[in-house]
């Protein structure tokens, strides 16, 4: 496994145990996100981190599993797309999502930085 694709799973397996602490680390200042539970864009770690604070109390169980997983390296700078199948309670409720998902990472100091995750699911086929 390279070392972009360790890094997106080292921030999902935190995400996982719901380690904010560890996804910080994982995550530039300047970090942008979007996914299903949010519906918008998070702009820098402070929104980001308010919004997992946020999201923390209402989310548990979670268990995520990446597939389909590619990677480009540019230097400083990497491009990860894979397949999220993500199961989860949320407010109660168990959820199952199934999103392709981008993941731009950028090299500072000489450790991959996660500096853009959209995830946005899509519908169940019928």
């Known amino acids: 496994m390279a070392e972009l694709e360790a890094t ?17 680390t994982l ?9 299903e539970v949010s ?3 998070l702009r820098g770690a402070k929104e980001i981190d ?8 209402l989310m548990g169980a979670i268990s995520s599993e990446l597939n389909d997983v ?6 400083d700078t990497g491009l990860v797309t ?12 168990q959820q199952h999502v199934s999103s392709p998902t981008t ?3 950028r ?8 500096a853009l995750m959209h995830t946005i699911p899509l519908p169940e086929e019928e």
């Open 8 to 24: 997106v799973r080292r921030m999902m397996t935190a995400f996982d145990q719901k380690d904010w602490d560890t996804i910080r």
């Open 27 to 35: 995550t530039t200042e300047d970090a942008q996100g979007v996914d």
């Open 39 to 41: 519906r918008r864009w």
């Open 50 to 57: 308010a919004y997992y604070a946020e999201l923390s109390p």
């Open 70 to 75: 590619h990677e480009l390296d540019w230097g």
């Open 82 to 93: 894979c397949w999220l199948e993500q199961d989860y309670e949320f407010d109660g409720r």
């Open 103 to 105: 993941v731009v990472l």
């Open 107 to 114: 090299k500072a100091e000489d450790q991959w930085q996660i």
